[in-house]
T-cell receptor, first 114, second 116 residues
Framework: KAGVTQTPRYLIKTRGQQVTLSCSPI?????VSWYQQTPGQGLQFLFE???????NKGNFPGRFSGRQFSNSRSEMNVSTLELGDSALYLC?????????????FGSGTQLSVL | AQKITQTQPGMFVQEKEAVTLDCTYDTSDPSYGLFWYKQPSSGEMIFLIYQGSYDQQNATEGRYSLNFQKARKSANLVISASQLGDSAMYFC?????????????FGSGTQLTVLP
C-alpha cells in the first residue's frame, strides 16, 4: 500500500508569489491534515479536511488556504509569500480522523522563500 | 502554557542499551490521545506508538513502549535495545477532544543519537 505522497519535494519561490502544494493520502483515507514545521515555531497545525470539507483550522492568516477533492487528494495554497513562510510543510492522512486513529505523514514539501 | 513539554533537546545512548525520552502534557479534557513520532533527516514523520487516555494498559509496539502515568501527566517513550537506525528526532504529540475539532499539538522534540 502506497504511503502519503507529497509533491513537490522542494520548492523555491520569491516574496509575493503564491504556491500550491499537493498531498495524496493513503488509499481509503478520507481525512487529510496539514502542518507547518519551522526551527523556531516547531510543528504547527494548519487545517484538516474530511470529505472535501474543512473541519478544523489552526491559527494562520488567510493567505494559507486549502481544499480537498472527491478522491481525498488535498492541496494547500499560500498566497503573497513572505520570508517567514519558509518551512517544511507536512501532510498527514487517516481513515476518518476519529479518536485513536493513527496519522500517517508524508515526507513533506520543503518551501524556501527568497 | 505549553501543552506538550519535552525537556531533553538531545540525548545520547549506546547501541543495544535502552533509552527513555520524556514527555509531559497539559490538558483539562478527559478524552485525549498521545502519540510518539520519529523524524529522521529525510523529514518524514514516522508513527511509533499511541496511548489513549482511557487505555488501562501501557501501549507497546515492538521495541517501543509508552510509560503512561496519567496522574503525573507524563507519557515517556522507552526504546529498548537501541539501534544505529534509531538516531533521529522524536516528537511527542497530543490530540484532545472528541468530534471534529481535533488536531495534533507537538512538543519541541528530542534529538536522539545512538552511539556504536
Amino acid at each position: 500500500k502506497a504511503g502519503v505522497t507529497q509533491t513537490p519535494r522542494y520548492l523555491i519561490k520569491t516574496r509575493g508569489q503564491q504556491v500550491t502544494l499537493s498531498c495524496s493520502p493513503i488509499s481509503g483515507h478520507r481525512s487529510v491534515s496539514w502542518y507547518q514545521q519551522t526551527p523556531g515555531q516547531g510543528l504547527q497545525f494548519l487545517f484538516e479536511y474530511f470529505s472535501e470539507t474543512q473541519r478544523n483550522k489552526g491559527n494562520f492568516p488567510g493567505r494559507f488556504s486549502g481544499r480537498q477533492f472527491s478522491n481525498s487528494r488535498s492541496e494547500m495554497n499560500v498566497s503573497t509569500l513572505e520570508l517567514g513562510d519558509s518551512a517544511l510543510y507536512l501532510c498527514a492522512s487517516s481513515l476518518a480522523g476519529i479518536e485513536g486513529e493513527k496519522l500517517f505523514f508524508g515526507s513533506g514539501t520543503q518551501l524556501s522563500v527568497l | 502554557a505549553q501543552k506538550i513539554t519535552q525537556t531533553q533537546p538531545g540525548m545520547f545512548v549506546q547501541e543495544k542499551e535502552a533509552v527513555t525520552l520524556d514527555c509531559t502534557y497539559d490538558t483539562s479534557d478527559p478524552s485525549y490521545g498521545l502519540f510518539w513520532y520519529k523524524q529522521p533527516s529525510s523529514g518524514e514523520m514516522i508513527f511509533l506508538i499511541y496511548q489513549g487516555s482511557y487505555d488501562q494498559q501501557n501501549a507497546t509496539e515492538g521495541r517501543y513502549s509508552l510509560n503512561f502515568q496519567k496522574a503525573r501527566k507524563s507519557a515517556n517513550l522507552v526504546i529498548s535495545a537501541s539501534q544505529l537506525g534509531d538516531s533521529a528526532m522524536y516528537f511527542c504529540a497530543m490530540r484532545e477532544g472528541k468530534g471534529s475539532a481535533r488536531q495534533l499539538t507537538f512538543g519541541s522534540g528530542t534529538q536522539l543519537t545512538v552511539l556504536p
